[in-house]
Structures are given as structure tokens and as C-alpha cells.
Nanobody, 121 residues
Framework: QVQLVESGGGLVQAGGSLRLSCAASGSIFSINSMAWYRHAPGKQREVVAVIDSSGSTNYADSVKGRFTISRDNAKNTVYLQMNSLKPEDTAVYYC???????????????WGQGTQVTVSS
């Protein structure tokens, strides 16, 4: 069984910073792409940033230049450094990863439980 556990959310003032972490645990053989999504009230869930196994990254236009996604493959962990936060960044942030479990030959998509980020004006 594979689990993704996020941490690092909280309340911050506009202009502030937060760092989210997501650790994958369990019987893991390898991890392909890892990503952060967010879901704000009244809006659809959207992808924030993606990083593949080689370290290549992509960002939503709304966070480019402010957010940075990174990963530590040795720790099976993905991070999201969020700077210059705005009230519109308020959402539940979810970790997502394509994981190949041990003794299997395919990748399965997993989600974390979500962590709340609230940015006050």
C-alpha cells in the first residue's frame, strides 16, 4: 500500500511564504511524475506544478515566478515552495504522484489527503 502525506499548510499574510511537503511511503519501487494541485471553494481543482522523474518542471501561469516545485528522490518527497502568496492562492493543496509499487509492473496514480493554505489580505 502506498500513501502520500502532505504537511506545511497554514495561515499566512499576503506576501508571505509557505513550504509544502509530501512524502510517499509504503512498498515503493519507483515514482514517475509528482505534482501539486489545489482546490479553492467554488472553483475546479487545478494543477499548480508538476515535476517529472528527471526534474523537469511545469507551472500554472498563475504561480509562475512565485512557486517552485522540487523533489528528493532518495526521500520519495516532493516540495512546493510558495512565495509572494496572494489571497487567491487560498485553497486545499493536494499532492499527486504516479507510483510503481514493488512486485508490480504498472504505475498507479495516488493522492494525498490535502492540506489547507489560507492567505489573508
Amino acid at each position: 500500500q502506498v500513501q502520500l502525506v502532505e504537511s506545511g499548510g497554514g495561515l499566512v499574510q499576503a506576501g508571505g511564504s509557505l513550504r509544502l511537503s509530501c512524502a510517499a511511503s509504503g512498498s515503493i519501487f519507483s515514482i514517475n511524475s509528482m505534482a501539486w494541485y489545489r482546490h479553492a471553494p467554488g472553483k475546479q481543482r487545478e494543477v499548480v506544478a508538476v515535476i517529472d522523474s528527471s526534474g523537469s518542471t511545469n507551472y500554472a501561469d498563475s504561480v509562475k515566478g512565485r512557486f517552485t516545485i522540487s523533489r528528493d528522490n532518495a526521500k520519495n518527497t516532493v516540495y512546493l515552495q510558495m512565495n509572494s502568496l496572494k489571497p487567491e492562492d487560498t485553497a486545499v493543496y493536494y499532492c499527486n504522484a504516479d507510483v510503481r509499487a514493488r512486485y508490480t509492473s504498472f504505475f498507479h496514480n495516488y493522492w494525498g489527503q490535502g492540506t489547507q493554505v489560507t492567505v489573508s489580505s
